[in-house]
Antibody
């Protein structure tokens, strides 16, 4: 079945970086964009950015520009999200989520139909 | 950035009754509006996209309506498994933005 499986929880110190993985299965990896969304404890959902698994193009929310890098490995159907210069406010659950549209034009994004289970990232000294 | 505002923040409803949740956009998002359900400790689940189309496997008691700036999610007869937090999201203009959520609790 279609699923996204994320890497395990992380604990990092302020100023460090974290890299979260999201492995896709059950569908053609390169045919659907992948988003990253985070959720701070007890808070709502915040979109971080998107990657095209086919060509590797990315678009990031302005808030994370310069601190986030999204990459992919087509040989393992895995996308990665790396966030640097971590601070306590980055403590959150990070989700990958598949864009619903099949081979959509870049920039023409849709709702998120499949979500990973989430990865808790804790930033603490 | 488009601001999505959901109301009420908390809604108390008895099982078997109807629940109506609202979402307002700060500018028109056409019909590019989705609803998600999130239970504690779980990832969000897509319920509705295109403002009114149910996602795969979503029961018919869930329905969405609206366009432009005003949207509604209706759950016709609440089941015990429906008590959760619901988020709306616009994907007409990026960054896609979410509402702050409505917590649907048992009355």
């Amino acid at each position: 079945q279609v699923q996204l499986v994320q890497s395990g929880a992380e604990v990092k110190k302020p100023g460090a970086s974290v890299k979260v993985s999201c492995k896709a299965s059950g569908y053609t990896f390169t045919s659907y964009y992948m988003h990253w969304v985070r959720q701070a404890p007890g808070q709502g959902l915040e979109w971080m950015g998107i990657i095209n698994p086919s060509g590797g193009s990315t678009s990031y929310a302005q808030k994370f520009q310069g601190r986030v890098t999204m990459t992919r490995d087509t040989s393992t159907s895995t996308v990665y999200m790396e966030l640097s210069s971590l601070r306590s406010e980055d403590t959150a659950v990070y989700y990958c989520a598949r864009d619903r549209s099949y081979i959509a034009p870049w920039g023409d994004y849709d709702a998120f139909d499949i979500w990973g289970q989430g990865t808790m990232v804790t930033v603490s000294s | 950035e488009i601001v999505m505002t959901q109301s009420p923040a908390t809604l108390s409803v008895s099982p078997g009754e109807r629940a109506t949740l609202s979402c307002r956009a700060s500018q028109s998002v056409s019909s590019n509006l989705a609803w998600y359900q999130q239970k504690p400790g779980q990832a969000p689940r897509l319920l509705i996209y295109g403002a009114s189309t149910r996602a795969t496997g979503i029961p018919a008691r869930f329905s969405g309506s609206g366009s432009g700036t005003e949207f509604t999610l209706t759950i016709s007869s609440l089941q015990s498994e429906d008590f959760a937090v619901y988020y709306c999201q616009q994907y007409n203009n990026w960054p896609g933005t979410f509402g702050q959520g409505t917590k649907l609790e048992i009355k």
